[in-house]
């Protein structure tokens, strides 16, 4: 009965500890999980965990299409020249799987 009793208080003791310690992301650099959703100062340098064939099927799930010149720059960017309708641009996806193009 001792163990219980002392097993008990130790988890309510505890207990708060960890609550307060989860993992919470901040509003400023939310996780992003579609395409069609970025972060308003998008792209954000950081380690990309994205490979290449997925940085590339983000880009065309956004709408893009004849992806080229595709590659990770050292801020953790992937970055590619794109087809969007009839225009083409330069496409950026970072680590939170935000999609951004600039004119060319």
Do not use: C, H
Request: hydrophobic share 40%; aromatic share 8%; net charge negative.
């Amino acid at each position: 009965m001792r163990i219980i009793t002392l097993a008990l208080a130790s988890a309510i003791a505890f207990a708060p500890t960890f609550a307060f310690s989860q993992d919470t992301k901040s509003p400023e650099t939310p996780a992003v999980s579609a395409p069609q959703t970025n972060n308003s100062s998008a792209p954000v340098a950081g380690k990309n965990s994205f490979t290449e064939e997925q940085a590339k099927e983000r880009f065309e799930e956004a709408g893009y299409s004849q992806i080229s010149d595709l590659k990770l720059t050292e801020a953790g960017i992937w970055e590619a020249t794109a087809m969007n309708g009839a225009n083409k641009v330069s496409v950026q996806l970072d680590y939170q799987g935000n999609v951004t193009k600039q004119a060319m």
